[in-house]
């Protein structure tokens, strides 16, 4: 079992920056980030798979975020930049311990955070 712990959430204005935080219990394959808007499903924001060092992003970030670690697999920081009001939401912290067939999906994870809030006023 894999706990998460998020930090770094907040509200800021329109174009100002944040960096999330994530650290796990334990060493991981691979840890993403999602987000869940007010009235919207939850959608994928960032991965990174640290075998390979692979990053994925959905593209409406892209530029945008950026998301990296530590080499021990245990912390992501996803680091906002140029936020935007359709950025508010809460952020959510995934891990998994294995090799997933698909890192933009929820399905892809076994462990989750509690999550984070993140406000953009514009």
């Known amino acids: 079992q894999v706990q998460l712990v998020e930090s770094g959430g907040g509200l800021v204005q329109a174009g100002d920056s944040l960096r999330l935080s994530c650290t796990a219990s334990?060493?991981?394959?691979?840890m993403g980030w999602f987000r869940r808007a007010p009235g919207k499903d939850r959608e994928f924001v960032a991965a990174?798979?640290?075998?390979?060092?692979?990053?994925y992003y959905t593209p409406s970030v892209e530029g945008r975020f950026t998301i990296s670690g530590d080499n021990a697999g245990t912390t992501v920081y996803l680091q906002m930049n140029t936020l935007n009001p359709e950025d508010t939401a809460v952020y959510y912290c995934a891990a998994v311990r294995r090799r997933s067939d698909n890192y933009r999906s929820a399905s892809g994870y076994d462990y989750w955070g509690q999550g984070t809030q993140v406000t953009v006023s514009s």
């Open positions: 990174i798979a640290w075998g390979n060092g692979w990053t």
């Open positions: 334990g060493r991981t394959y691979a």
